[in-house]
């Protein structure tokens, strides 16, 4: 069964940290390209960074730029976003997604809360 699963979200002061993990099963995510979403209330979806298969080719949201860190361990099919500097405006549900041609694999999300 194809699951993808996120965890480590929660309640964090501005300027806290937290790392997320998106964890796989049923699938490799070798050759996935692996993306973090997040979406604040009424607001769309947004990418917040990807990474491809060859782990070298990295992208951010401008906004996460230099705070945000994405990295990925093919061995164990996990995932990390490490979130550093947080800000009220970084609140939202974070999602992970898995994507290779036509197979497209989203997690439930994982809450981030960030407020004082």
């Known amino acids: 069964q194809v699951q993808v699963v996120e965890s480590g979200g929660g309640v964090v002061q501005p300027g806290g940290s937290l790392r997320l993990s998106c964890e796989a099963s049923g699938f490799s995510i070798g050759m996935y390209t692996m993306s973090w979403y997040r979406q604040a209330p009424g607001k769309e979806r947004e990418l917040v960074a990807r990474?491809?298969?060859?782990?070298?080719?990295?992208s951010y949201a401008d906004s996460v730029k230099d705070r945000f860190t994405i990295s990925r361990n093919n061995a164990i099919n996990i995932v990390n976003l490490q979130m550093n500097s947080l800000q009220p405006e970084d609140t939202g549900l974070y999602f992970c997604?898995?994507?290779?041609?036509?197979?497209?694999?989203w997690g439930q999300g994982t809450q981030v809360t960030v407020s004082s």
């Open positions: 997604n898995a994507n290779r041609s036509r197979n497209d694999y």
């Open positions: 990474i491809l298969s060859d782990a070298l080719t990295i």
